[in-house]
């Protein structure tokens, strides 16, 4: 059976003004990535310059004293390319961590001091991002510096979590062992900012 000539000339059309159509396509760059990830999350973070929260380890400190005490973040110092966070512990005033802004994603870096302001033996490990993350987390494994100080820490991972208004949450897995800490400071809570901590 022949078709109906009519059938033709409405498939011709049809094609004809789907040839015609343009198409609307988004073309995701390495620039837009990070504009909506990584570049959000350091705008979030400097968000906080000059405020404390209090924190709670959430993982990984049964049996440990170390983190014994009162828990807070003070986000001390913003400039361009760099923010730091000091880490106070009680009356320990030892730690720091250091977010840094590269062209090619973020470092993550542990400060750690003696109350004379001299470095530690094992200072400014941690690592750098391999991906873009999320808006509200950034992933750090261990880097090639960290490794040569600190042969054991090889599998490190930090990992940090910033949800504005609610909670800031570092932690550190160490692959392939049970080695998991987790430490949440409620952003909804602000308090009084601490001393100068030591180094500083």
């Not at 090619?104 to 470095?119: A, I, K, S, W």
Request: net charge negative.
């Amino acid at each position: 059976m022949k078709r109906p000539f009519f059938v033709v000339i409405v498939t011709v059309l049809l094609f004809i003004f789907a040839c015609n159509q343009s198409v609307k396509v988004e073309v995701v760059t390495e620039s837009s990535m990070r504009d909506s990830t990584q570049l959000v999350f350091w705008k979030n973070l400097g968000d906080l310059y000059g405020k404390a929260f209090r924190g709670t380890v959430v993982a990984g400190g049964d049996g440990d004293t170390t983190f014994a005490g009162e828990l807070v973040m003070h986000v001390r110092l913003v400039e361009e390319g760099v923010i730091k966070v000091p880490f106070i512990v009680g009356r320990d005033s030892s730690r720091t961590w250091i977010f840094t802004l590269e062209s090619d994603g973020l470092m993550l870096n542990h400060d750690h001091r003696h109350p004379d302001g001299t470095e530690s033996e094992s200072n400014m490990y941690g690592g750098k991002t391999t991906n873009f993350g999320t808006a509200e987390c950034q992933v750090f494994p261990v880097d090639q510096a960290t490794v040569n100080i600190l042969p054991t820490r090889t599998t490190n991972v930090w990992w940090v979590e910033l949800v504005p208004g609610s909670h800031f949450t570092y932690n550190l897995r160490r692959v392939n062992t049970d080695r998991f800490f987790s430490v949440r400071f409620d952003l909804t809570q602000e308090i009084e900012t601490p001393g100068v901590p030591w180094g500083w």
